[in-house]
């Protein structure tokens, strides 16, 4: 029989009703000292998942530590008591006494895997419970689901994101899981590290040698055989996982002539298919059960994770359980009979083709013929080869050693944060840690040229951004992260602090922007409330220094920002490049050549640059211009290169099918970019000031002028009047623009007509910009005692 088991919408009117208990509790935490020696563990799958792999490490390292474990039942309390564990009841006056009074609070699945009423103030570990293909937590909208106003889900929102900053540290497998994780919980990057997932340490440690999972071989095949099933020493088991469906009925139970089928198959391949539900909710699969086909369910195994090597291979649909299978490299077969539907409903972080390399089944015929592809010995490396790819995808660690891991980082964490940084390094950030790019990296060079004894510490967001050699990359909102920006004597930032960052004695701040101001910023920009320009003020008043290209920025700078301190105007350190590569009235050809090299635009293509600014109406990838069309419209001569804000890059990708569109929006030198254009296309950005230093064409496509000066930023200056290019409404214009660029070159009537105004915005905004620029700023911080 089917089983609901939970769902989030009466698990979320319970949270709701519970809003006096966590009130009351929070006042009491504030009363009741923790102890560090005192651990609490908990998990919704039981005693088992990472939770138990941590805890069994634990007192492998420190035997003499206090355990209790957080259980639901009588069952669980025997199951933590053989393990060596104090059996505590979650509910209750003793799950709450005991969670309230420990010094450390490791979970799985939820702060309800403890007392969650007792969490508050206490250092809290949430461990996952496998890595997520679906979107989880905030990221999907049936977790917020309640029967209500919209003022109910909001609060319930707010609760969740209240719950999510209670934890210290999130723990993933992988840079790919940490990016999901964090997205999921809203938390700041530094809250998420990559160290492997604990609950894959015993898959890791029993069936990676040369055993093969002949342990749990052993094991699975005993409890299959308690319940009637007789299976022969080579008969193969197959092991099918579907994931839960929010209370939803499971849509893949199969018909009675899918049964039958079922049945033969398996029979006639000397196989037997093991089904294991969900632990949070069953399907009807009775009548499917007979000699080939049998049950695992969590009442009899809680914790499946360590025994899966005692499976050949496994069908699922999107649950995690895949993910852990592919570290032993055999068969997924991925069935999922409501893919659609899920992925409206629920959501997946990709598609599950990519996941599943393009193997979905989506009825049980799909299903059983992969599954008789078994035997066919290319199609069976092929389904390996995808296993082990997933598994290098989702798994940065496979030496059984997370729980270590896990705990030298809650060591670590508990660490004094000023131990751990060298006061006398030097803190960079870009664009919010989201770019190692701009005047930030252009210093960093010159720093790391003239000083190289000195700690170079670099904000980033992910682990998979990689930071200039020899520098050290600090997550953002980390431990050390704080710590840096609190004692370092040097910032070099691009952009506002945030984080309530107050600047010390003896610290110096440059601020060196990214980019000469077309359109208003800050005080400047049109219906300025209260709330901004205090936030302006307080944000202007941390910069020691402020970095300006030229006069125009530096009156904008005094205005916009209110700044008051010294500004130095030298020119940008990111231009230098720039300028550095140009030969007479263009870029050397050399120099163009790497660039497009660097950006992998194919020989003999043209470019045309795409790089619009972002907008303040909306939360998407800007492309106007409609890059993929415009490349089509160019011809094969052409390679479309586009580079959206840094503001934009959470919102897709220009990249698609055709391999004349090139998406640079990620590439960290916007000078790169630059260098290898012919002709750059661009709105309201401030890369038309850098491109007039290589002197590169310019075309500017402004549909929505009016809108945009009118209405949403407005401009510094006139625009309409001092551009150095054409002012363009349609593609068809800009594709015309181009071509007669490539016939004519410089003598193109465009370029000739344009020829005194982009001399006079050179003039005007470039001035300083020799190829120097950062060698006079870094002359100035050693000056001012800085460095």
């Avoid at 898959?203 to 409890?223: K, S, Y």
């Avoid at 049980?364 to 598994?391: D, H, I, M, Y």
């Avoid at 101001?517 to 003020?537: E, N, Q, Y």
Wanted: proline share 5%; aromatic share 8%; hydrophobic share 45%.
């Amino acid at each position: 029989m089917s089983t609901a088991g939970f769902d989030f919408a009466s698990g979320n009117l319970s949270k709701l009703l519970a809003l006096p208990k966590y009130a009351l509790s929070w006042m009491l935490s504030w009363f009741v000292p923790r102890v560090a020696s005192r651990w609490v563990f908990g998990s919704g799958a039981g005693v088992g998942e990472g939770a138990l792999a941590v805890a069994r490490r634990l007192r492998a390292e420190q035997p003499n530590v206090e355990i209790a474990w957080l259980v639901a039942n009588a069952d669980e309390a025997d199951r933590a008591q053989a393990e060596g564990f104090t059996a505590v009841m979650r509910r209750g006056r003793a799950g709450f006494w005991t969670t309230l009074r420990a010094g450390h609070i490791v979970v799985t699945h939820g702060l309800g895997d403890a007392n969650r009423f007792g969490v508050t103030g206490g250092f809290v570990v949430q461990l996952w419970h496998g890595a997520p293909l679906k979107c989880l937590h905030l990221d999907s909208p049936v977790t917020t689901a309640v029967t209500g106003p919209p003022m109910i889900r909001a609060l319930l929102r707010r609760m969740y994101r209240a719950g999510s900053r209670q934890v210290d540290l999130y723990v993933a497998g992988s840079p790919l899981a940490a990016d999901r994780l964090r997205s999921a919980f809203r938390v700041a990057p530094g809250k998420v590290r990559v160290l492997g997932d604990p609950r894959d340490d015993a898959l890791v440690n029993l069936h990676l040698g040369a055993e093969a999972g002949a342990e749990a071989g052993v094991e699975v095949r005993a409890l299959l055989e308690r319940t009637g099933a007789r299976i022969a020493e080579n008969d193969a088991l197959v092991l099918y996982a579907p994931t839960w469906r929010d209370g939803e009925a499971d849509p893949a139970v199969p018909t009675e002539e899918e049964a039958a089928a079922i049945r033969e198959a398996f029979a006639r391949a000397g196989a037997h298919l093991v089904i294991r539900s969900h632990p949070l909710g069953s399907g009807a699969y009775e009548a499917l059960i007979g000699d080939r086909v049998h049950t695992l369910g969590a009442e009899t195994v809680r914790d499946i994770t360590p025994m899966l090597g005692a499976f050949d291979a496994v069908i699922t649909d999107y649950s995690s359980l895949a993910i852990d299978f592919a570290l032993l490299g055999r068969p997924i077969l991925w069935f999922a009979p409501d893919l659609e539907h899920y992925g409206r409903t629920r959501g997946l972080y990709e598609p599950l083709e990519v996941t599943a390399a393009g193997r979905v089944a989506h009825d049980w015929a799909g299903v059983l013929q992969l599954w008789e592809s078994f035997s066919v010995p290319n199609e069976r490396r092929a389904l390996v080869r995808e296993a082990q790819a997933l598994a290098q995808r989702f798994h940065t660690y496979r030496d059984g050693r997370s729980a270590e891991r896990v705990l030298a980082e809650i060591r670590r964490l508990r660490t004094p944060a000023a131990d751990l940084i060298d006061a006398d390094g030097i803190f960079f950030e870009s664009y919010y840690g989201r770019q190692i790019s701009c005047n930030p990296l252009a210093l960093d060079r010159e720093i790391e040229r003239r000083f190289p004894e000195r700690t170079r510490y670099w904000s980033v967001t992910s682990e998979r951004q990689v930071v200039p050699s020899g520098a050290v990359p600090l997550l953002v909102g980390g431990h050390e992260w704080f710590a840096a920006r609190r004692t370092v004597r040097l910032l070099i930032v691009n952009d506002w602090l945030r984080y309530g960052f107050r600047r010390r004695r003896g610290q110096t701040v440059l601020q060196t922007w990214h980019g000469t101001m077309l359109k208003h910023l800050a005080l400047g920009r049109p219906s300025v409330g209260l709330r901004t320009r205090f936030a302006v003020r307080r944000e202007s008043a941390r910069w020691s220094l402020l970095l300006s290209q030229n006069p125009h920025a530096t009156a904008q700078f005094r205005s916009s920002y209110a700044f008051t301190g010294e500004i130095l105007e030298t020119g940008y350190p990111r231009d230098d490049r720039l300028a550095a590569a140009v030969a007479g009235d263009g870029v050397n050809p050399v120099a163009a050549r790497l660039a497009r090299s660097e950006l992998a635009v194919p020989q003999g293509k043209r470019v045309l640059v795409y790089a619009p600014t972002w907008r303040d109406r909306g939360v998407t990838l800007v492309d106007d211009l409609d890059v993929h069309r415009l490349a089509d419209e160019l011809g094969d001569e052409w390679v479309v290169v586009a580079r959206g804000h840094t503001r934009t890059h959470a919102f897709g990708s220009y990249a698609g099918t055709s391999a004349r569109v090139i998406d640079a929006s990620q590439h960290p030198d916007v000078s790169t970019v630059i260098l290898a254009a012919d002709v750059l296309v661009t709105d309201y950005s401030s890369i038309m000031f850098d491109a007039a230093v290589s002197r590169t064409p310019m075309l500017f496509f402004v549909p929505d002028l009016a809108a945009y000066r009118d209405r949403e930023r407005g401009f510094t200056f006139d625009f309409e009047r001092d551009a150095p290019g054409p002012l363009l409404e349609a593609r068809h214009e800009v594709v015309a623009h181009a071509h007669a660029l490539a016939e004519h070159g410089p003598d193109a009537g465009w370029v000739r007509d344009f020829e005194h105004a982009a001399a006079a915005w050179r003039e005007r905004f470039v001035p300083h910009d020799d190829g120097h620029a950062a060698t006079r700023v870094i002359d100035t911080l050693v000056d001012r005692g800085a460095l």
